[in-house]
């Protein structure tokens, strides 16, 4: 699998994570929805319905809506490629290995969202393919990072001219889910249920 898949998924999957994560706030406004419920992009029957699954406690399976959460990480990860390459091209091989060990991590995460569709009440087609847009950019971070070993080219400067670019590839992740926390101290969206639970 090519370096290619790996920006190929990224983009699709911010993309997908913004309809789903415009759709969560806007079946959410508060005092009322600022849409219909059921008339969404993926809304195609009564058991296929992403706004069905929206408004479930399992769309905020850590707290925050799962929506937010994986269009912050997404956003970050597609800075830290493309942006990376772009900036620092020299640094390619640990832009690569960086990045392969967080959509590692990421999914990892995807077991937790799997185990939590098959309890839906309905089947949101544009949520799952997240998870694979995860594993498929995993792959591609992999490749990059194989094929940057093998160009091996030297680096002049010290990884840590890379810290700026690393926060400015974390910072989605947080903006994102603080404007949502904003939104919700403001009164404009509520919250939803959540699976989430501080006390017993």
Known sequence: MRAKSLEVALVVAVVDCVHLAWRYLALH????????????????????????????????????????????????????????????????????????????????FTVRFWLLLVRLPALCPFCPWNHVFTYVAFLGALAAYRDARRAAPSVASSWKVLLPHVARSIAPLIVVNGIWGLLVALGIVDPGPTIVRFFN
């Open 29 to 108: 406004g508060a005092p009322a929805p600022w849409v219909v419920a059921h008339t969404g992009l993926c809304s195609w029957t009564a058991h296929i319905d992403c706004d069905q699954v929206l408004v479930t406690p399992e769309a905020r399976a850590f707290f925050v809506p799962n929506a937010t959460l994986g269009l912050g990480f997404f956003l970050g990860a597609a800075h830290r490629w493309f942006i990376g390459l772009r900036r620092y091209p020299e640094h390619r091989l640990h832009l690569a290995r960086t990045l392969a060990v967080w959509l590692g991590v990421a999914s990892l």
